[in-house]
Structures are given as C-alpha cells and as structure tokens.
C-alpha cells in the first residue's frame, strides 16, 4: 500500500502523520524531508529496544538510545528525571530532537520531557503499540501521573512529525492489542458509524494484524483526531469528546494503582458507564447500548470490576482534570457516530450507572 499521510494543522504548529507498512525502514528520511535536527535522541524502553531497536537503527542512521522503564507505574516525574539526566549528560541543546519510541506511556513521558529540556526540544513521535498509533502519538498530550490521579501534570505540545508503522504491532502480547482496539471503538462511537460497523464485522480479519487490514482502521482514527485536533487544540470546546469513556476509565485506571487494566480496558468500562447514563437519561437508544456491550465482549474479556467499590470511582472522578467550576463535563453517545457534552450529570446518576456495569456498591 502506498504511504497515507495526514495533515494536523494546529495554532501552535502544524505536522504530518505518515501511515506506512515498513515506515521506520526509512524513517531518517522521513524526519529528513520535515527538517528534524540530525541529532535524534530515542526514548523506548528495553522491551520494545530489545523486539524493534535495532531495524530502528538501520533505518534512523545515528541516535543515542535512552532507555526508561514503561506502565502506568512508571509514568511519573521521577522516570522524567532520567531523561533530562541523559540529555544533560550528553550535553544535548536545543538543535536536538527526542523520538518516542514505544507505546502511550513512553509518548507521554518522553513528550513531556521534550515540552520542557531547555523549554522546548523538536518532538517525533514513532509508536510501537495500537493503542498510541491510534490515539496517544496525535495530538500533543504529554504528561504524567500524580498518587490522586492520571495525567494531572502535564502541559500540549505538539510533535514535529509522527511516524506509524503498523507492522509493529506484530509483536504486542494479544491483551495488548486488544487495549487499542477499544481506543478504535471511542473514535466508532463519537465520530464514525462505520468504523463502528467496521470493527464489529471484521473482528477475525482483524486479530491477523495484518498492515493492509489495520492500515485503514488506523488511518480512520487518525484522521478523527486529526479533525477534532486541528478544531480545538487545548480542549476548550469540541476536542472533550475525545475524552468519551476517559471519566471513569481514568478513575478506575487510579483506584487500582495502575496495576490492573491497561489504559484502554478501562476505557472500555468508562464507554460503557456513559452508555448507561445516556440510555437511563433517554439520550442513547437501547439497542446501541448493547450494540457497544456486544462488540466490547466480543473483542475479548475484561479484568472483574466485582471488587472495586461505586464509591471509590466517584471518589477519583471528583479529582479528574475534566472538572472545570466544580462540574464535571461528561461526554454521552447519543447514537453510535455521535456524542453530546454534558455537566449536570448527578451523583445518583452515576451511581446507578456504575452499578449497573457490574461496580460493588
């Protein structure tokens, strides 16, 4: 297939992402031809470093490898630490370039660090995960975790390039794989109808992995977020729907430590929270609600919520970065495609919705 390239045309700077089997075999050329600085620092981790380090390298030319511990555990300033270690160690200015190499975790870190060595370093970001090829590498989040919450400190700065390469995702674990698929379902759910039917038809097809079967699911979300991006950077108005399925799942994400789910399993849960509010609200028919429970289960089976308590996720929710004046602005589908933004969602509400996901009570 030839390569895609998506347009992010944001205030604060525009970029391209390149879609391509085989991309980072001649990803040098590629930061070339969108004039990254030539010396290229790669942050991964020695799990990815170890599976696709070296076919980076071939195709790269000349980096310096700094390599930092991966999971949500290990999303903090501390791990950030070590980067600006290694960049001061190697007395890296600003005609540097830092490249994530590795899944959200890593974009998110090494992006932050990039956000604020020397107030702002070039930015590119090659994800190795579905999940960030879809998701995390677009759009300029970077950050990381505090004890109360998830993506509490952190700041938007947009990458110079990003680079995608669906092959990689060969060698993700399958529970890994599946994390990004429910990624694909948020973008089905709040912008695409038929990349909703897509998924839910192709589900076979699709676990092959093969590059020509996922290049165009990936290129659908790309292009979601490319479009909401582009229409609102910081997340002042329509960029929020993004965030469907986010309140809960990042709530969920920091009652349990960061140890349980990965991220997008409990985004799967959090879609499936706002789901249930809508359709007790009216606003979401029935049958798309369990059109959205069917095709989660059929993807794969969920860590048990059983033993995590409604009180303990409204608890988190009341420390989310969503809650603007004291409210919480909840995104709610309203149809499979389409989503509404709301900040009157009761307490009693989200009881009853968390309840009947399968939360204790």
Not at 53 to 73: H, K, N, Q, Y
Not at 110 to 124: E, K, S
Not at 139 to 156: D, S
Not at 239 to 267: D, P
Request: hydrophobic share 45%.
């Amino acid at each position: 297939m030839p390569p895609i390239r998506i347009d992010v045309a944001t205030p604060s700077r525009a970029y391209p992402v390149t879609i391509e089997a085989a991309a980072i075999d001649r990803v040098g050329a590629l930061l070339d031809s969108q004039h990254v600085p030539e010396r290229r620092f790669v942050v991964s981790s020695p799990l990815v470093w170890r599976l696709h380090g070296p076919r980076l390298s071939r195709g790269l030319g000349p980096a310096e490898p700094i390599l930092v511990p991966d999971g949500e555990r290990a999303k903090q300033l501390a791990t950030v630490a070590r980067i600006y270690d290694a960049l001061v160690g190697a007395q890296a200015d600003r005609a540097a370039a830092l490249i994530t190499f590795g899944g959200g975790v890593i974009g998110d870190m090494a992006g932050f660090a990039a956000a604020t060595y020397l107030r702002g370093i070039a930015l590119v970001h090659v994800p190795t995960t579905l999940l960030a090829q879809v998701d995390s590498a677009i759009g300029g989040k970077v950050g990381v975790n505090h004890p109360q919450g998830k993506n509490l400190i952190g700041c938007f700065y947009q990458p110079h390039a990003v680079v995608i390469d669906p092959s990689l995702v060969g060698t993700l674990p399958r529970r890994e794989f599946r994390a990004g698929l429910y990624e694909v379902v948020k973008y089905g759910m709040t912008s695409s109808a038929s990349l909703f039917d897509e998924l839910s038809r192709n589900q076979t097809a699709i676990f092959t992995r093969e590059p020509a079967v996922l290049t165009p699911i990936i290129a659908e979300s790309c292009r979601i977020k490319a479009t909401v991006v582009s229409a609102d950077e910081r997340e002042a108005g329509p960029r929020r729907i993004l965030n469907f399925g986010h309140t809960a799942g990042h709530a969920i994400e920091a009652v349990t430590k960061y140890r349980r789910f990965r991220h997008g399993e409990a985004v799967a849960y959090g879609m499936l929270v706002a789901a249930q509010l809508a359709t007790a609200r009216g606003a979401l028919a029935a049958r798309d609600l369990q059109a959205l429970a069917d095709l989660i289960a059929g993807l794969g089976p969920l860590p048990t919520i059983a033993d995590v308590s409604t009180a303990q996720i409204l608890e988190a929710m009341r420390h989310d970065k969503k809650v603007v004046s004291g409210r919480l602005h909840y995104v709610l589908p309203t149809a499979i495609g389409a989503t509404a933004i709301v900040n009157d969602v009761t307490e009693t509400e989200l009881k009853a919705a968390l309840k009947a996901v399968g939360f204790r009570r």
